[in-house]
């Protein structure tokens, strides 16, 4: 097991220059939810919209998770050679394009420019979310889950934002001419924007901070620096074959899996009982807070006890969303479920993501972490992938159940590693 780390006092020792760069990657992050909350809530209904049937339901969830695989990787190469801030932007740039496409797309029936629009903006969004990244570098290890916890809060505010963009959408677009469930997309340019003013003031750059943790941390001692060679020399199996790294990285990709198959079947069944958009929304905004509003606490749990007494928990929880909104019936208790989900991707994240930041150099750690991301792009790909043909062709029970065994692989690979260690 990942030991845990010595007692944090506290964040009270932080130089001003870092709060002041997580408060603004925090407050980008709450600009950006609204958006990936939007693709994620009303994503399904869209491509149904489009195609008339429920058997490509999961198609926007599966292009989050191509551009994901497709980005991560990349984008943590470029961000740890010219710092974190470029990539950010490239992100949200791509993001930008991306989410005009997809409003216009709907506003004209386009189900191929909804598929390109939607791949572009996952694409910005994912290649964005290295100012997670930015966080890990700024903090040592004592402190460094908490930072990913106050980072991913920001996204909070982005779940007011998204219900509301959706309330506002469905009063407005009869007077404007344009679909309700399309106008939300053409708003949300301007939080984008927003997001790109915020991250232009982060100063100085948080790789730049993390190569000098001791300026700032007289406490903290910094290992050797790499030379070139070693800065270009990272190798993503040897990351894999770091036992408490592999799980981690098995661990985040459970987690998004099991909650891209839980996320389109919320809008599925909520939407199959007649309920609105804004109802919809609503629910997802209860996941969202499930993902998001915790992540503090858990990240102090996670630096005083340990990454893995709060990783593998999460995944647990996860599980039991699954099981939760699947097999029970009431909009309640589909929302408490999808609520679930999000609070056990929410700990199985920030401490599998602090984990690995551990494990990997400043010089690394955008690759490092990216390796994981693309992990979880793949497993959401899956995920989504099948949950369209499953609704379709057995039954919504038969999805919940997939995802609920996604979510408990992580926990059999745990169960196999402590077997092993113990003969």
């Known amino acids: 097991m990942h030991q845990p780390l010595p007692r944090p006092a506290g964040v009270s020792g932080v130089p001003w220059v870092i709060k002041r760069n997580t408060a603004l990657f925090a407050l980008s992050q709450s600009f950006m939810g609204a958006g990936t909350q939007l693709g994620y809530g009303v994503g399904p209904l869209m491509v149904v919209a489009l195609t008339g049937s429920a058997s490509l339901a999961g198609l926007t969830v599966a292009l989050f998770g191509i551009s994901r695989f497709m980005v991560s990787y990349p984008v943590g190469k470029v961000t740890d050679t010219y710092g974190r801030k470029p990539g950010i932007q490239l992100g949200l740039v ?28 996952g694409m910005g969004m994912n290649a964005a979310q290295q100012l997670r990244v930015g966080a890990a570098d700024m903090f040592p290890p004592r402190l460094r889950a908490q930072a990913l916890g106050f980072v991913a809060t920001g996204s909070m505010l982005g779940l007011a934002i998204s219900p509301f963009l959706m309330w506002f959408s469905e009063g407005i677009a009869p007077r404007v001419g344009i679909e309700p469930i399309a106008l939300p997309w053409l708003m949300v340019p301007t939080l984008i924007l927003l997001g790109m003013v915020l991250v232009t003031f982060v100063n100085p750059d948080p790789k730049e901070i993390g190569m000098n943790l001791q300026r700032y941390y007289p406490d903290y001692k910094q290992p050797p620096p790499l030379t070139p060679e070693q800065q270009s020399a990272f190798s993503a199996k040897e990351l894999w074959a770091h036992t408490p790294s592999r799980l981690a990285i098995v661990s985040n990709a459970a987690g998004q899996g099991n909650m891209a198959i839980v996320m389109v079947l919320t809008s599925l069944v909520l939407h199959h009982h007649g309920h609105s958009l804004t109802a919809i929304a609503f629910s997802h905004m209860f996941h969202s807070a499930g993902m998001f509003a915790f992540t503090i606490p858990l990240g102090r749990l996670a630096d005083r006890f340990g990454r893995e007494r709060v990783m593998y928990p999460g995944v647990g929880i996860s ?37 690995i930041a551990d494990h990997a150099r400043t010089e690394h750690r955008g690759r490092a972490i990216g390796v994981s991301e693309s992990a979880a792009g793949v497993m959401s790909v899956v995920a989504a992938g099948v949950t369209g043909p499953l609704v379709e062709c057995t039954s919504l029970p038969a999805a919940g159940a997939v995802a609920a065994l996604i979510a408990a692989v992580p926990l059999a690979m745990l169960a196999w590693t402590l077997a092993t260690r113990r003969r």
């Open 94 to 121: 791509l993001a930008l394009i991306g989410t005009l496409t997809v409003g216009l797309s709907m506003a004209f029936h386009s189900f191929a420019g909804l598929t390109l629009g939607m791949l572009v903006f």
């Open 319 to 355: 599980l039991l969303g699954a099981l939760c909104v699947t097999f029970i019936d009431g909009y309640w208790w589909v929302t408490l479920g999808t609520f679930l989900v999000g609070l056990g991707w929410s700990a199985a994240f920030v401490a599998s993501t602090a984990l």
